[in-house]
């Protein structure tokens, strides 16, 4: 099972904790009741969508900003009315409800505009990851099933590539989205720019026969076998963010900017930003693609005080250089997931945040935890039945007693996190079947019960709060313990000579479990790196379970469309020097020093001549 370690009285919560937080937001619990009553509270059939809000926008805050992009404005009115053109433009091309549009767009006004004019059709914007190439782009694409294809200038070369792999038919529409004109309109495809140029302005019909329960995108999750899952988005869900986190945790006013540097083709943008900004008429600044070094500059030219993070994205701000003027700027609030305990308070410091909403979810999930009363160091609570469970990482599945029950976990312990699956909470699941019953967990706590699983490990904080401890896939089991590849990576990323570093499990023959390895990209160079200091900080920190037996040193690591290093090929190659042109260093048994993985050390560990 799942080792409980003590936790530190940092990590469960009293409830002095949570007093300045109960306190800073008693005035507004009647308005928090009747902003949830709403979100929860319309039947499925309501005819209620993107576009509804769209439209409310476009005439109760119509020369407000809603769009900033580089040295682009869009007004809500002036929003509204392009993507009534393209919505239009779509209907006379047959495009009707239920019908899937791929859309191969990098962040841009276009993106928003297409999501927008698709969901008033009542279409599907299958959103393809613009970081996807070959096989892992052609799989997404025929995962789709789409009618219409619009792909961007910017993009257009990797879509070529795999173009005839697909399962393209004479019907398909292909449309080509120019940007900075350095691509001529393509053979075979349409310029959308100059098809919708005439259409009407006016608000298409279609719009009345959308309801919440409607899908409007597919978004894409990484997958068990490494290949994507198609996550349906339904319009109750982006409703979700605009009361949830629109008017509930951030309570943004339309004179707010809201600025958003993640990707579209995520929950995180495309719901918790796009969302949240649609509930007041808020402003929201866009960028193509996340910039630490330009993200203040951004902030500042926007006057945005407000953000949406992820994790990595406040570990690369953290490692730009500090400068005396990194709290003067118009920031006050922040809502993201990820944010790591030991960067946390000096994150809120350095750039002079002073509250930060960390949420909790999944792109399918049925629940969202949010530090609604900004708390430090926890993802929040959530309203709605959530458990979390023994779980036995051995046989990698939930712990069960007599009766065939799973069973919970006390405050101050880990185990795995689910969300209840209701007719008033629904798991909408993914375009594969077998896929979203996988993600489901029957007869839990009472026959006939079920339950999402999330797949992550977290620590029950207490007073309904709970802190991300790890990934199931990034927990690890070596000498009959459990390694969390987070405790690493906080222990080793505290030593100033590193930059960014990643923990995994690798397997040693002859062994049970797996070894801790560590991949670091280092400020120095790998001569000048002190792998004695790594060593002892290594061993005073952590339990020697948890201390890595290898360490890699790297430039780069190669990412998600989120910023998230994909472990994944990391483990695959290991620590094998025939494989990795990297420096490659070892920890062997009964020493105390990292010395390098020669090809000669590699085959004696490979062969079981040292006892791990």
Not at 87 to 114: C, M, W
Not at 238 to 246: A, E, I, K, R, V
Request: hydrophobic share 40%.
């Amino acid at each position: 099972m799942v080792d409980n370690a003590k936790p530190s009285r940092a990590d469960v919560l009293k409830f002095r904790d949570l007093i300045p937080g109960l306190l800073s937001i008693s005035w507004r619990l009647p308005f928090i009741f009747m902003a949830l009553k709403k979100a929860v509270g319309f039947e499925a059939d309501t005819p209620m969508s993107m576009g509804t809000v769209l439209e409310r926008n476009a005439e109760k805050y119509g020369d407000n900003t809603a769009i900033l992009y580089e040295d682009v404005r869009l007004t809500h009115r002036e929003f509204n009315e392009a993507i009534n053109q393209y919505a239009h433009y779509f209907i006379s091309q047959g495009v009707k409800k239920g019908d899937v549009a791929v859309v191969l767009v990098d962040n841009r006004p276009e993106l928003l505009i297409t999501i927008g004019a698709m969901s008033k059709i009542g279409a599907v914007s299958s959103l393809i990851n613009p970081n996807q190439r070959g096989e892992v782009l052609q799989y997404s694409i025929n995962l789709s099933h789409g009618k219409i294809f619009i792909i961007g200038e910017e993009l257009f070369s990797p879509f070529e590539e795999i173009k005839a792999d697909l399962d393209l038919s004479g019907e398909n529409l292909l449309l080509f989205l120019p940007e900075k004109g350095r691509v001529a309109v393509p053979d075979g495809y349409l310029d959308l720019s100059e098809e919708v140029k005439d259409m009407p302005r006016t608000n298409p019909l279609t719009v009345s026969q959308v309801t919440l329960q409607d899908p409007f995108a597919y978004v894409f999750t990484s997958g068990t076998t490494g290949l994507p899952k198609a996550s349906i988005q339904t319009h109750r869900r982006w409703f979700t963010g605009q009361y949830w986190f629109g008017k509930v945790v951030m309570n943004l006013k339309p004179k707010d900017v809201y600025y958003c540097p993640l990707p579209f083709c995520h929950t995180n943008a495309l719901n918790v930003a796009w969302g949240a900004c649609s509930s007041k008429g808020t402003a929201m600044a866009i960028r193509r693609k996340f910039s630490a070094s330009n993200f203040l500059s951004d902030v500042r030219k926007y006057k945005a005080n407000s953000f949406i993070y992820i994790g990595e994205l406040c570990r690369y701000l953290m490692n730009q250089p500090e400068k005396p003027d990194d709290a003067d700027n118009p920031l006050v609030a922040c809502v993201g997931n990820g944010l790591r305990p030991d960067i946390w308070k000096a994150f809120k410091k350095r750039f002079g945040i002073k509250k930060v909403f960390e949420l909790y979810g999944a792109a399918e999930g049925t629940l969202i935890f949010t530090n609604l009363l900004n708390v430090d160091c926890t993802v929040g609570t959530c309203l709605t039945p959530f458990a979390i469970v023994k779980y036995d990482i051995d046989a990698d599945e939930p712990v069960r007693d007599e009766s065939g029950f799973m069973v919970k976990v006390p405050p101050g312990e880990t185990g795995l996190i689910l969300g209840e699956v209701t007719e008033v909470l629904p798991f909408a699941g993914y375009t594969d079947k077998n896929a979203t019953e996988a993600k489901i967990f029957r007869d839990v706590f009472t026959k006939g019960d079920s339950w999402f699983n999330f797949g992550d490990l977290v620590l029950n904080q207490g007073y309904k709060h709970i802190q991300f401890i790890d990934r199931l896939g990034d927990t690890f089991r070596w000498k009959g313990e459990n390694v969390s590849t987070g405790e690493v990576e906080k222990a080793v990323v505290s030593m100033p000579q590193i930059s960014e570093c990643t923990a995994y499990g690798v397997k040693i023959p002859g062994t049970d479990g797996r070894a801790g390895m560590l991949a670091i990209i280092p400020f120095t160079s790998v001569e000048e790196f002190d792998l004695k200091t790594l060593a002892e900080l290594i061993q005073k920190s952590l339990p020697h379970y948890a201390q890595p037996k290898f360490v890699r040193f790297m430039t780069k690591f190669e990412t998600t469309g989120t910023h998230k290093i994909k472990k994944s090929i990391l483990r695959e190659e290991g620590y094998d020097p025939n494989r990795i042109s990297d420096p490659l260093y070892t920890i062997l048994p009964d020493n105390l020093e990292y010395e390098p993985l020669t090809k000669e050390i590699y085959e004696a560990v490979i062969e079981g001549k040292y006892r791990f």
